[in-house]
């Protein structure tokens, strides 16, 4: 399975290049410089992508897989099928508005698109996944001692008197009667 995080964390790094090298295309159509070789990457970015959601795809039928298979409860089974619709929705939403940019006929188009294409990114953040389970950071832990934790002042205590002048007296006249 650790594959899958590698494959996951991939998938969002190439997402995060598409937005830096749309970010970048902007700047240069924004300039009116010559963005030939930026929208070249973009073209191996967005095949990249398109590669890694196949992997992606296969990994959520793997889940489905095993939601089936261990028998758990059906809503479990229809929230990972709603993930996997909006996963589907924002997917093609994204390439669209990337083929889109492709097919521009001139410069003013192509910055109103990668525009348009950068607002999709950027209002849908990049989630992390769950933090791996680590067994030695568990809540029910013996604490340790911090080592910036000074000794408070303990001059007061040479005053008070000895643990030995609190022993009870054992009063003999109960015994008498």
Known sequence: MVTAA????????????????????????????????????????QHSLKQ????????????????T?????????????DMVDNYQVEYDALTTKLDAISVADNDADRLTRVQ????HLKAKPNKKRQQPFDPNQLPNQTLKADPKNKAK????????????????????ALYDL
Do not use: C, M, W
Request: no cysteine.
């Open 69 to 81: 298979d261990h028998s758990l409860p059906s809503e479990i089974l229809v929230r990972h099928q």
């Open 116 to 119: 348009t294409a950068l607002e």
């Open 52 to 67: 890694l959601d196949i992997i992606e795809r296969k990994s959520f039928a793997t889940i489905e897989q095993q939601l």
């Open 6 to 45: 590698s494959d996951d964390q991939r998938f969002s790094q190439t997402l995060q290049q598409i937005e830096a090298k749309l970010q970048r295309i902007q700047e240069k159509l924004s300039k009116q410089q010559d963005n030939a070789s930026e929208r070249g990457e973009l073209l191996q970015l």
């Open 153 to 172: 002042n303990t001059a007061f205590l040479q005053y008070l008197p000895t643990v030995s002048a609190y022993v009870p007296v054992r009063s003999t």
